[in-house]
């Protein structure tokens, strides 16, 4: 089975640009997540949906972040206008209700904002 | 306070050798779930093992073991007969099971020399 997939697996763009990153969770997942991970911060819960349903978007750093679940198998993660200290890497990770409800993750997006 | 302390900043281990990377966890919940992930150079998170607060038995993955502590509340990876290729990020994340997130350590580095 495929795992999870994001693309693009890298992004530069200018400060100011919009920035879409994608992901397709496994098949048969019903929860996604959408994680930021910088040096500085680590790991960082941004939204997560639960049956393409935005649950928690309390890790959302500010309003020109924006995440979308159309339909069970998508979901995106919106910048705009990005800003230079968007640079991290972005990584989204799906599961499923469960005894261990383990994340599997993504292989990441690297963004770099010039 | 933090969640998911992991007092190691970096270890260092000799191929072959066996080592442990600590993992401490707070949490009032008496349901909740442990994991580790490993980060290699390359950027992906990739699951290792995982322990539910009621296994009474260490959980075991090939040559991944977890010392479970409940009492201490330490969920400490143990590594066997380390191999070059270990050499990562390594993650530790909680699940309480009165919420569908983890909650991750800011991670331990390790390095394994020839």
């Known amino acids: 089975d495929a795992g999870v997939i994001q693309s693009p697996r890298h992004e530069v763009t200018e400060m100011g640009q919009e920035v879409t990153l994608r992901c397709k969770p496994i098949?048969?997942?019903?929860?996604l997540f959408w994680y930021r991970q910088t040096m500085m911060r680590g790991l960082e819960l941004l939204i997560y949906?639960?049956?393409?349903?935005?649950?928690?978007d309390s890790g959302m750093p500010e309003d020109r972040f924006s995440a979308k679940m159309p339909n069970a198998s998508f979901s995106t993660l919106k910048i705009q206008p990005s800003e230079p200290r968007d640079s991290a890497v972005y990584f989204c990770?799906?599961?499923?209700?469960?005894?261990?409800?383990?994340?599997?993750f993504g292989p990441g997006t690297r963004l770099l904002v010039l | 306070a933090q969640k998911i302390t992991q007092t190691q900043p970096g270890m260092f281990v000799q191929e072959k050798e066996a080592v442990t990377l600590d993992c401490t966890y707070d949490?009032?919940?008496?349901?909740?779930?442990l994991f580790w992930y490993k980060q290699p150079s390359s950027g992906e998170m990739i699951f290792l093992i995982y322990?539910?607060?009621?296994?009474?038995q260490n959980a075991t993955e090939g040559r991944y073991s977890l010392n479970f502590q409940k009492a201490r509340k330490s969920a400490n990876l143990v590594i066997s007969a380390s191999q070059l290729g270990d050499s990562a990020m390594y993650f530790c994340?909680?699940?309480?099971?009165?919420?569908?997130?983890?909650?991750f350590g800011k991670g331990t580095m390790l390095l394994v020399s020839p």
């Open positions: 098949s048969g997942h019903d929860y």
């Open positions: 949906f639960n049956n393409n349903v935005p649950i928690d």
């Open positions: 949490t009032s919940d008496q349901s909740y779930g």
């Open positions: 990770a799906s599961n499923t209700r469960g005894q261990e409800e383990t994340q599997y």
């Open positions: 322990q539910g607060s009621y296994d009474e």
């Open positions: 994340a909680m699940r309480e099971y009165t919420h569908s997130t983890l909650t």
